[in-house]
């Protein structure tokens, strides 16, 4: 037979810690429309090391909302394409939380999608100048050709 002691000591609460964010990319910070911008979120939990849940949240000028969820991941990797969005700075939001519930949020920073310049097609601009250029030659032809009857060149 063995012994056993009892030893009351006190009473342990155990403490659950929120999770944190630990990295954070938002790269470039500055797009034409039609680019991408690539957003890149690491997080931790002190107690389950990879966050239960991750939300992005990438709020435009006007209030609109493009929402990113990720499960059971230290890294949240979001690829926004900026084709067909309105111009100005866009606000990105993340919400971290654990198994237990605790919760981290931030506002992470922000990029600025800028309007695409208005291009005007080269062929089309080329085939007007020559238009324009063969218009002019022909004029300079035709005047140059055009004698009053009678006049001819004194021989030299």
Known sequence: MGASTVMPIGTVDAVNSVPAITSVSISPRRVVQGDKVFITVGCEDVEDYT???????????EGA??????????FANIVFDSAGVIE???NVHVTVR???GAETTANIGSFEVKLAPIVMP????GLGVGII?????IAIVMLLLRRPPGLTPAPA
């Open 51 to 61: 966050p239960t849940r991750i939300n992005a949240t990438i709020t435009d000028p």
């Open 65 to 74: 909302t493009y929402d990113y969820g990720f499960t059971n991941a230290r």
């Open 88 to 90: 100005g700075v866009y």
């Open 98 to 100: 654990d198994s237990q």
């Open 122 to 125: 080269i062929k089309e601009i």
């Open 133 to 137: 250029a063969l218009a002019a030659l």
